[in-house]
């Protein structure tokens, strides 16, 4: 997750998906917000709405410490992590978007399965970059 | 790694880490690049000669098929691996540095144990963001 004083995103090209979202989701232009970049992995097709629980939590907890009020989830699938079937990664996703959403927060989301240009610029203080594992455990 | 159009880096706080390099290493201002999130991890202190011949491979092979003549080296510890000490980051970090340059490319390089600014734009290509794991074995 990225404290960002911007986010410009344009989507450019599909990625390796065979599933993806149809854009127009709208490019994302933000000005101050967390970026969040997510990847749903293998582990977490188990038990989706206790991962999605989870991940709400965090970014709550998070985007409340830094006094955010916009969350841009971006799927990002270059974390190390095995990533899920596509279909149970969309679902969290919009579920995340749905939860946080109804938490108050104006949620932005780039669309799953393709590549985009991205345009920023992050903070500079020590909570400006996290980096979170959601487990079932 | 991502492919960048440009990357903009100033040093703004000190880090977590009781070591650190001394600023300035100038603050960084490239235009087309790599810019290569780095972490040096617990297990590579046991053979860092050899992670470092194989994180130089790795980001010249990958910056060759780019066809990019500069590097930009940043550390960064929030990319889920445990941390090796700080002394034995800043040393393959800096040999990693010195076999680019070796090579032939352009290396930029921001102080190890600072929170930065960073100011960038990636490109869109199914290239511009790609993940290497180097391990010992």
């Known amino acids: 997750m990225l404290h960002v004083d911007y986010f410009n995103s344009t989507i450019a090209r599909r990625g390796r998906s065979k599933i993806f979202e149809e854009p127009p989701l709208k490019d994302v232009k933000v000005k101050e917000s967390l970026l969040v970049l997510m990847n749903v ?9 206790h991962i999605t629980r989870k991940t709400v939590e965090e970014i709550m907890k998070h985007g409340s410490q830094l006094k955010v ?9 270059h974390l190390f992590g095995e990533p899920s079937k596509p279909e149970v990664a969309i679902d969290i996703i919009k579920l995340v978007e749905k ?3 109804q938490k108050g927060f104006n949620v932005a989301r780039t669309p799953f399965g ?16 996290v980096a979170r594992k959601i487990s079932s455990n």
């Open 41 to 49: 992995e293998k582990q977490d097709e188990i038990n989706p709405q």
């Open 69 to 77: 009020k916009t969350i841009i989830l971006h799927p990002f699938a």
């Open 99 to 101: 939860d946080l959403t």
């Open 114 to 129: 393709w590549f985009n240009i991205w345009e920023l610029r992050t903070k500079g203080h020590p909570l400006s970059r």
